[in-house]
Nanobody, 121 residues
Framework: HVQLVESGGGSVQAGGSLRLSCAAS?????????MAWFRKAPGKEPEGVAT???????YYADSVKGRFAISRDRAKDTLFLQMNSLKPEDTAMYYC???????????????WGQGTQVTVS
């Protein structure tokens, strides 16, 4: 049973930084899968924030480009999202996701984390 467990969310003032982590219970996920971060704000549609392909190519939503950075540590089976220059509009529940391919699409995600709240004031 694969589990993705996020951590690192919290409350921060605008302009601040947070680093989200996502620990995978199965090393094959962090090693071989496409992994991504999504976010869902109240009253808004879910948004794919950042994607890391199996070959470690990174892609970002225009809304976070230049401010967020996705990375993974295969030795620790962990995915990260470094978030800098945070804005109030970044406030949302952030979810870690993994899929065999094209995981920037929610319908291609095989595994979801439980979410971690990020609040920017």
């Amino acid at each position: 049973h694969v589990q993705l467990v996020e951590s690192g969310g919290g409350s921060v003032q605008a302009g601040g930084s947070l680093r989200l982590s996502c620990a995978a219970s199965d090393f094959t996920i962090s090693t071989y899968y496409c992994m991504a971060w999504f976010r869902k704000a109240p009253g808004k549609e879910p948004e794919g924030v950042a994607t890391l392909t199996r070959d470690d190519d990174a892609y970002y939503a225009d809304s976070v480009k230049g401010r967020f950075a996705i990375s993974r540590d295969r030795a620790k089976d962990t995915l990260f999202l470094q978030m800098n220059s945070l804005k109030p509009e970044d406030t949302a529940m952030y979810y870690c996701a993994a899929g065999r391919a094209d995981c920037y699409r929610a319908d291609r995600v095989n595994y979801w984390g439980q979410g971690t709240q990020v609040t920017v004031s």
